[in-house]
């Protein structure tokens, strides 16, 4: 996401999901009689610059001298962006999206001291070495099928009998023959993040520590569940239930396609909602945990929303704590930040569409919420190095090769 203040620089906003800041201008960072906190901040589609300007604006209301600074979004990531400012001796003091791990906990503040930090979400997923440097707002859950009501009335489909992946494969097979693209898929991004939101829930549901295991060299994906996950995937592309053309499709252009009708299914996390509800298609849409060949329903391939940390080097560490406290905490905040791209917390409400309500039901049913963090956080590049991967199953690599090119390429990172 990405924040704002009512002083941002006039930069377009780019419509990029999980890209983070390019600086407005150096300067003093002492606003007039005050103290002005740089924010690294995201922008999304839901996340406008507006959205945060007007929520930061609360902030500054009420604290009198203080200014919240945003660092405009462009094309790098928040993790590079906060190396470029270190690198320049010019550390920001706050930053969104970024999940620290044990080779950079030591760039952020300690919050463990902090008592409320215990009580956001995921604390205890995200410590680090038991010490927590993160804190968020809500969670995201994304091992989620959404579905077009209509599709499946016209094939005979019944979601809730959706329960394998044989049950999953022989769905597709009855929306293509009822004239409907199957599974809507697309590059990018995209095409490893739905892997990943599919095989996921079966693996790390059965053995949660499995990332730790691997990167201990205990387990392999050549010789692990991921390798029928890849057999599935790729008999859905020789059947056509995915098109080889996909990887030629945005985010966006793929998004759009499932909310106008072009497909029956959509693999994606609950920040899908907000998009949903803005198309005005949200009553047309269903929802269902994903399949799985394990216990049903899975655990559910999750993260945390909104992740704050304070930046180590802050020439402002004590304000930048309160700011954060307050992001996380302020009922008003948590509610906005939650509502604005379809996010969730326990013990915090408000008003959502019907799909909106679904997503909240199956995370209530959800036996657990899985993490990549902490002693369970991939090789980094790893995220990258699975979308090449399973982008080549469309190019005629077998299941076994990916396998195989997985452990490869994790092998070659020490």
Request: charged share 20%; hydrophobic share 40%.
């Amino acid at each position: 996401m990405r924040t704002m203040w009512r002083r941002a620089c006039g930069l377009a906003v780019a419509p990029l999901v999980m890209a983070s800041a390019v600086a407005c201008g150096g300067g003093s960072d002492q606003a007039a009689g005050g103290t002005t906190l740089r924010v690294i901040v995201n922008i999304t589609p839901n996340l406008t610059e507006k959205y945060w300007n007007d929520l930061f604006a609360r902030y500054e209301k009420a604290h009198p001298g203080v200014t919240v600074k945003l660092e405009l979004t462009g094309t790098i990531s928040a993790d590079a962006k906060l190396r470029q400012d270190l690198a320049a001796g010019d550390p920001p003091d706050v930053a969104q999206q970024i999940v620290p791990t044990a080779e950079t906990a030591s760039l952020f503040a300690d919050l463990s001291d902090e008592s409320w930090t215990a009580k956001t979400p995921l604390a205890g997923q995200y410590a680090v070495g038991g010490k927590r440097y993160v804190v968020g707002v809500g969670e995201q859950i994304q091992s989620l099928v959404f579905y077009d009501k209509a599709a499946f009335e016209k094939a005979g489909l019944d979601a809730s009998t959706i329960r394998t992946m044989d049950d999953f494969t022989a769905a597709m097979g009855k929306l293509k023959g009822a004239g409907y693209k199957p599974l809507q898929t697309a590059g990018q991004w995209v095409t490893g993040s739905q892997f990943s939101m599919m095989a996921d829930a079966g693996v790390l549901t059965d053995n949660p520590k499995w990332t730790a295991q691997r990167t201990a060299g205990k387990v392999s994906f050549a010789d692990s569940g991921y390798v029928d996950y890849l057999k599935q995937y790729k008999g859905w592309i020789d059947k056509g239930y995915l098109e080889k053309s996909a990887l030629g499709v945005t985010y966006a252009d793929g998004q759009t396609a499932f909310l106008n009708g072009k497909s029956a299914m959509y693999i994606m996390g609950s920040y899908f909602v907000p998009a949903a509800d803005a198309a005005k298609k949200s009553d047309n849409i269903g929802v269902f945990s994903m399949p799985t060949d394990g216990a049903y329903p899975s655990g559910q391939f999750g993260n945390i929303s909104n992740p704050y940390v304070v930046v180590n080097k802050s020439p402002h560490k004590a304000e930048a704590i309160d700011f954060v406290k307050w992001a996380t905490t302020d009922p008003k905040a948590i509610k906005s930040q939650l509502a604005s791209d379809g996010n969730l917390r326990s013990g915090f409400s408000y008003p959502m569409s019907s799909l909106g309500t679904s997503v909240q039901k199956i995370l209530d049913k959800t036996p657990s919420v899985i993490v990549k963090s902490g002693a369970n956080t991939p090789i980094a590049g790893y995220s990258d190095e699975l979308n090449k991967q399973i982008q080549s199953l469309y190019t005629g690599a077998s299941p076994k090769a990916v396998a195989d090119g997985l452990d490869k390429w994790w092998n070659s990172q020490g």
